[in-house]
């Protein structure tokens, strides 16, 4: 399920909050811990003879050598820290210079990781991460799933958004892996909006062309929502995770929110993209919204990126 998982941490507090839900799934899954550095960029400067700027590469050698050094010994203190009660688990600590998102999936690709877990704001300032930020890109580019940790809260409750395509549907695997892992229960959520059913004037408009048509249009696409829920119900309902599908209309990042707010959801689960690729919901921008709204913790899944195939011990990826 999830053998390799990599937390990226900036050497702050808030980065680090990740660390708790990457140990319990590591230890869950007898899996390993990668803890992954990215040293800030630095370099100096000098001001050579002909009063220009000069690039000291001496300098930027040196720098980088004992910022190697300090990201070793700051991983390497969390291993040995945490270690102490987790003396099965296996881990490695990696530290790698260059954009922090991009070295981060670079990593999970070398790497063959199954999931990344970080935080989605670490400590911010000229020689920080602006971690939400690096969070967003990395989500759009890993090659697999990234766990969004915000809060420290025990998941119980998973909330999965699907807009009825099957690249939506690429985060099932992965939810109900996680689900099972936490022991919790799973909500599936279709929201649906005025592109795919009348509003409350155009319902009126065509119950004046003819009676009861626009109720009765609103209720076969709710209809429709519901019966597709139900299905990928019945498809999970062998896999043991209590399963419940709510339909609702209107804006889905609002609807997404309050919905989660209203039953005190932990996790909230989607894709990166909807039904078209970026259109539909704008599926991306959705997501982005939601992530940067929500005070649950977010499972994201770029459709592109991983395969899923169900087997005898569970649900797994194939890279």
């Known amino acids: 399920m999830f053998e390799k998982i990599l937390v990226p941490l900036d050497g ?51 720098s980088r050598e004992s910022q190697y050094a300090a990201g070793q010994e700051y991983l390497n203190n969390i291993r040995y820290g945490l270690g102490r009660n987790y003396p099965d688990l296996q ?15 670079d990593m999970a690709q070398e790497e063959g990781v199954d999931l990344i877990v970080m935080s989605t704001h670490g400590r ?12 967003e890109k990395v989500l759009y580019q890993a090659p697999c799933p990234v766990l969004s940790v915000r809060s ?29 892992a936490f022991d919790a229960s799973v909500t599936l959520l279709r929201v649906y909006s005025a592109k795919d059913a009348p509003d409350f004037h155009q319902v009126h408009e065509l119950n004046a062309y003819e009676a009861g048509l626009g109720a009765r249009m609103a209720r076969d696409v709710a209809d429709r929502a519901a019966a597709y829920l139900e299905n990928i119900r019945l498809q999970y309902e062998a896999v043991g995770v209590p399963v419940t599908t709510a339909v609702r209309y209107g804006s889905p990042t609002s609807v997404i929110l309050e919905f989660s707010e209203e039953f005190g959801l932990d996790l909230i689960v989607m894709s990166t993209h909807g039904r078209t690729g970026l259109r539909r919901w704008a599926f991306g921008s959705v997501t982005a919204k939601v992530l940067r709204s929500t005070n649950s913790d977010m499972l994201t899944i770029r459709p592109t990126a991983v395969e899923f195939k169900k087997g005898q011990e569970g649900f797994k990826w194939v890279k």
């Open 12 to 62: 702050s507090d808030l980065a680090e909050n990740a660390l708790p839900r990457a140990l319990w799934l590591a230890q869950q899954t007898e899996g390993k811990l990668i803890l992954l550095h990215i040293p800030a960029a630095q370099g100096s400067y000098y001001t050579g003879m002909e009063g220009l700027a000069m690039h000291n590469v001496y300098a930027q050698d040196i």
């Open 91 to 105: 881990w490695e600590v990696l530290v790698e210079s260059g954009d922090p998102a991009s070295v981060i999936v």
């Open 124 to 135: 911010s300032g000229i020689s920080r991460w602006l971690l939400g930020s690096v969070t």
């Open 152 to 180: 420290q809260e025990a998941i119980e409750k998973v909330l999965v958004t699907l807009d009825g395509s099957e690249l939506s549907e690429t985060c099932l695997p992965a939810a109900f892996s996680l689900a099972a």
